[in-house]
């Protein structure tokens, strides 16, 4: 079972920064790809970015791609999320994940586990 809990949502004004945290609370972390997901109101929720376990290879929304940064360090357990650039359209509640297979993609469904979801705002 991992339980993982983000901070680092808030309001921020459009063309400014924000950084998540998602503190995890797996023995075995680094048996883990860690990604965020987001979701808008009245969307469907969507994949953000992802890392691999080593923390090597990254990927990324084309909407995020060049804006935000994903990064992870095993020894706390804990995944990052620097988001820059914000644009309205990033206003969501951000959700981080953890999976098991070896590769999910962007496909929630291959997502274990969720957060209980910290809420960006951007504002004009």
């Known amino acids: 079972q991992v339980q993982l809990v983000e901070s680092g949502g808030g309001l921020v004004q459009a063309g400014g920064s924000l950084r998540l945290a998602c503190a995890a609370s797996a023995r075995t972390f680094g048996n883990y790809i860690m990604g965020w997901f987001r979701q808008a109101p009245g969307k469907e929720r969507e994949f953000v970015a992802a890392i691999s376990k080593s923390g090597l290879s990254t990927s990324y929304a084309d909407s995020v791609k060049g804006r935000f940064t994903i990064a992870r360090d095993t020894a706390k357990s804990t995944v990052d999320l620097q988001m820059n650039s914000l644009k309205l359209e990033d206003t969501a509640v951000y959700y981080c994940v953890a999976s098991s297979q070896y590769f999910p993609g ?17 504002s004009s």
């Open 106 to 122: 962007s496909n929630r469904a291959n997502y274990d586990y969720w957060g209980q979801g910290t809420q960006v705002t951007v």
